[in-house]
């Protein structure tokens, strides 16, 4: 099972005023544990940051305006994307930047139903408790200290840590598949942490003997 966590930064709060994207940041997960994939860009909003936005993220009009714009990226992202459930805090407002960016250019807008809110998720499991990013990092005890300033990546790192509190996944699932007709042999394509099994040589195991018969004559047990 792959999913991606999945952050923005914009230019200000809503679509309606025109506001656009500046940053996307994804990290994939596999079973529950990050790969070694992700995808990460800056973004020529092709408007100027509101100065409320610009106090979140600290991305300056002179920092963007060279970076590539939405449709120069919107592919890769896509592909990036495609067939994986979608991890989302606060999944309206990030959902709402993306599909006017993809409406922009004639694309599809990505479906809600493929999306999972760690929003949602923190609001049933502590009704009534702040439910930021910051405030649960707090509750769960992982360290943002990092977060200084609002980063699409950054967050999706702690947005990791989060949910997989949030849904109690604590620690990686192996995936270890016994064949049916020798339950001994585990299957070579196992996608898991292990480590090699070295095993002694015949001569290693005559030295040992040796070692053990001249070395261990009393009993020091």
Known sequence: MKEVILDTETTGLSVKDGHRIVEIGCIELENYIPT??????YLNPERKVSKEALEVHGYSDNFLANKKKFKEIVDEFLDFIKDKK???HNADFDLSHLNN?????GKNKINKENVIDTLDLARDKFPGSSISLDALCKRYRIDNSRRTKHSALIDCELLYKVYINLIDQKEPTLNFNIKNEDSD???KNIKGYFKKVVYPSS?????????????LKKNYF
């Open 36 to 41: 070694t994939q992700k995808f990460h860009c």
């Open 86 to 88: 979608l991890i989302i």
């Open 101 to 105: 960016e993809l409406i922009l250019i």
């Open 185 to 187: 042999k585990i299957n």
């Open 203 to 215: 001569d290693e195991l005559n030295l040992h003997k040796i070692f053990l018969k001249h070395n």
